[in-house]
């Protein structure tokens, strides 16, 4: 008969994951047994019976077989929390193709040595009149940092010292200053506390309108009988979707439950966290990538030993242990970075639901551009939809102008600036309101079209654009189509034929060159490489020391500036020519952010989009800011195309450092998927939209069909494939892609 071994974990710590032991399956266990199971197994010298986890099952022994101990049995199941991980972790493997270790690695925190660490904070010792009367002092001498650390004393007492210096760009020099003149002192403690501390529970939480009551009212409705559900709440910018999400951790936290509060990493500002710390007091923490190993594990610890009630992070602080979880929230869900790039590439969402599952939890999804795949299933019914449309600050959406930079260049205006949005600029300026330009780059790289017509060269087969690459071939990195690149316009015959030049750098010069005086603030990945520059912009510009912010992406996610009233998109459709099917997608969520951002305040605001694609579904329904009118036209489309989410995609992407070899296992895996099923659709192999990376070549074919648990098998099989006849290159496996590689 068959053997088979199992290899086994026994201690749940991260450094320890990478040092299993082998035992043998009994035939008792032999079709029961599956990777991820707790297992009893006699352990050392006196073979005491110890628990352990099942991380590999394979016919290979690794060590002299007459020695080999026995798997004893099952273990209990799901009785700790660990136990949950390590389900969840079998979970991933599963579901998205990686190593067992791998999965583990990413749902455990490492251990680290947790040393004590002193903590600084900076406390106001003076009364809130002399406050005042200070920050006014400061205000006239533009004693700008003193004012700005000043103000926010007025709201919070004591601030930690670390945020002071990194998040709001205060310079110590100018917290000893204060110091000296005796209105404030830096206290210090020591030991592992929570990243950020408020000194007490200030916020009152406001009275929520008819409609934000009535989501808390009916998903605690749920909950108190029962059911675990899944809710949608698409709610407009400013609608107040925060609030609700706070109303429903608190009404967890009161029945004995905690909570997992998920953002992406851009989001996570001061007054972000300040909102929750206020609400929830010490009983809240924050797990994000400016806390070490050491402070990360140690927030997990507080959490499984119940000393916190609410973590708010990215999707890593979906992995909190919390042994009695009774909500994840994850605001933003379109965001792409809720998605894993590295294996297991995870998406947060999905995992989401699983966890819940695995605790007896309830998930809330929110966003003002919910992404296709949570909209799909809230439109079959699987998740519950809740709408928000109106703002809660009484202000309306912006006036929004959108521009064809192609009747721009037959009028003879060849700058990056269309004369509606040079008009608008200067009236700002003239009134001293800011204005934000953002400049559209995502997926500009390569990609060709016509500055006469707004042409983009397409494959003919994919229906995302062509790619030029340095031979002067156009080239589809989806199915591999090629064609030598056009020297005029197929659609006009235009000669005004070429890729997008402009960056931010030559957008600040223009700008300064129509007006010399204009304060300009640049926010790009030159201006912000590291994470204090970043908030420094965003400060400086808040606290009015310019008038016009210039950026890419990063300038359009969730940020508050009430004297913002004008907002320009520069090139709004660069990322329709991105060689990705969710361009039209991505291309909606960016404009409606920006035009989002214009008009907060009280007073109100315009938006100016130019495009070479005015009439395009994308830039025409984000212009009117109506998201059921885009999600009706792209949902068609893709159910045509059989994209996510009406059918799936498994991205199989092959790295090598021969391209020969390479291009020869795409081919070859690519033939052994065909084989294996024939009823799947397979595209490609074709080489990486980045062919090569550090002498790495780069190859990918996608795999699509209407069932995840086909693409599943499909993975599995391919892995079996890979195990057996041991190549050296590296196979990593994407389900459903947010990225093209």
Known sequence: MRELYADVIVDISHEKLDRPFQYRIPEKLMDILEIGMCVTIPFGNGNRIIKGYVTSISDTCNFDPARMKEIAGLGEKDVSVEDKMIALAGWIRKNYGATMIQALKTVLPAKQSVKQLEHKYVQRLIGREELIALYGECERKHQTAKARLLRELLNQEIIPREWITSKLGISASTINSLEKAGAVRVVSETGYRNPVRVKTKEEVPNKLS????????????????????????????????????????QEVIDRGRQAIMLIPEIALTYQTLLRFYKRFGDRVSVMNSTLSPGEKYDQCERAKRGEIDVIIGPRSALFTPFPNLGLIVMDEEHEGSYKSEAAPKYHARETAFEVAKLQDAMVVLGSATPSMEAYYRASLGEIKLFELNERLTGGSLPTVHTVDLRQELKEGNRSIFSRKLQELLADRLARQEQSILFLNRRGYA?????????HVMKCPHCDVSLSEHGNGQLICHYCGYTEPKPKICPQCGSKYISGFRAGTQQIEEKLKEMFPRVRVLRMDADTTKTKESYEKILSAFANGEADVLVGTQMIVKGHDFPRVTLVGILAADLSLAAGDYRAGERTFQLLTQAVGRAGRGKLPGEAVIQTYQPEHYAVTYAAAQDYQGFYQEEILYREMLGYPPVAHMLAVQIYSQSEERGTELAGYLAVRVRNFDQNILVIGPAPASIGKIKDIFRFVFYIKDTEYNRLVSVKDMLEELLKSEKYPETVLFDFDPMNTL
């Open 210 to 249: 008819v409609n934000q009551a009535r989501i808390v009212t009916e998903v605690m409705q749920d909950f108190d009988g029962g059911e675990r559900g899944s809710y949608l709440i698409h709610g407009i910018t400013g609608s107040g979707k925060t609030e609700v999400y706070m109303q429903l951790i």
């Open 446 to 454: 390569g990609f060709i079209s016509c500055r006469a017509c707004g």
